[in-house]
């Protein structure tokens, strides 16, 4: 469900429409059809997964950051193409989505999430966890990620980190 | 809640009943009332339980299939009566759950599941994640699972595979 | 999403209601805002974390038990003030709640949670997961928490549980 912060009105249909774009993202990355993900972004956008240690100190350090579409697809292009790792599934599961603010800017959310990690024979386990601090807007008609700052909990730095989150 | 995939129209009201049914799902499996389980389903259904690289090349093997509801039914008997296996608590929680399609065969969802086990005196761990491929129909009023295959991610079988999924 | 258990009648716009104030309470925990967690609760309340094996047995002992609003500000200041331990981070995702049944003394609910939990230059962990059984009233047009009986699942008590759950 799709909550709204403390004198936030949100009207049920726009929250479902929020719930809809909430899960393609998850469903996406989920899927592996990576090369859709970033027709889920505006353009430009803000896409960036910090650590939360950091974020917390406004120190600019970033796992991943992108700035466009093309950065995001490009992205996708060095995973397909040039990166070498080994085969795994992640099942992204977001909870806690909440609209924080309505602004001329767009709609301000923040959500939990945890990512789960599956590597060839060996049981599911938990990769990362955090929340995720968002911009969404309505372009002609479809919600999109204006900006996604993906925040994870763990000070380490996830050296397997492939895939976007 | 629940989400529509993009150019699937579910009214809110229709979207209500499809998380009451899911929520009810993961309810009974929860508070370990397997006996009412088999009334989620609609008669004859499909239930299954398959490892992802198996069922993305299509083969047929299953660790668990069901295809009315007196199967499902006999194996919540065989639990309950014949096997031996350690007492333990499991915790589903869905997550992600959309409408893909809408069919005169009824609603088509996915949706992503992690399951968490808790045997005792050991804490809390996680046991499989996966997806979900269902359809659900509307039997005289009450929504019903006409198919659930649930999809874990893991290569290796979850030999301690004691609970429905 | 909020469900309704069958035969449970719960409009829209109160659904929504329940997710925000939900959605409040995780978001709060998870900020580490402790200060703002007692307005979450009526006054008075009760507030008990308990192993689920002694719930199920109707066992009294509480990991914690508060009945008041101020005795759950006594915890936080205990916390903030006086207790000793590790800095973490621990994430909250709520899942499956439903409306079981709605009185004149307020709703009714449970729903299942998961707890992650990051301690410093360590992978974020599976902390705790298990129910809650919520009683949840109307107070001049705020949502608050009269009943929240946190029961984990683990037989083990959390020797490390240093914040609310």
């Known amino acids: 469900m799709i909550a709204a912060a403390p004198g936030v009105t949100v009207p049920l249909p726009q929250r479902a429409r929020l719930a809809d774009l909430y899960c393609s993202y998850d ?3 989920n899927s592996g059809a990576l090369e859709q993900w970033p027709a889920l972004f505006a353009d430009p956008c803000l896409y ?12 600019p350090i ?6 466009s579409r093309d950065m995001l697809m490009d992205r996708v292009v060095a ?11 992640t099942r ?18 923040t959500a939990s999430f945890a990512i789960f990690q599956t590597m060839p024979d060996q049981p599911s386990a938990l990769f990362l966890c955090g929340s995720c601090q968002d911009r969404v807007v309505d372009e002609a008609g479809e919600l999109r990620f204006a ?7 763990s ?6 980190l492939v895939y976007p989150v």
């Open 27 to 29: 469903d996406t990355l």
């Open 48 to 59: 960036k997964i910090v650590e939360r240690a950091s974020h917390e100190q406004g120190l």
């Open 62 to 67: 970033a796992v991943m950051y992108c700035e």
């Open 79 to 89: 995973l397909r193409e040039t990166a070498l790792f080994a085969p795994r599934i």
């Open 92 to 109: 992204r599961i977001t909870g806690g989505i909440c609209v924080r603010s309505v602004g001329s800017d767009g709609l301000h959310l």
């Open 147 to 153: 900006e996604r700052i993906c925040i994870y909990d």
């Open 155 to 160: 000070t380490i730095v996830p050296t397997s």
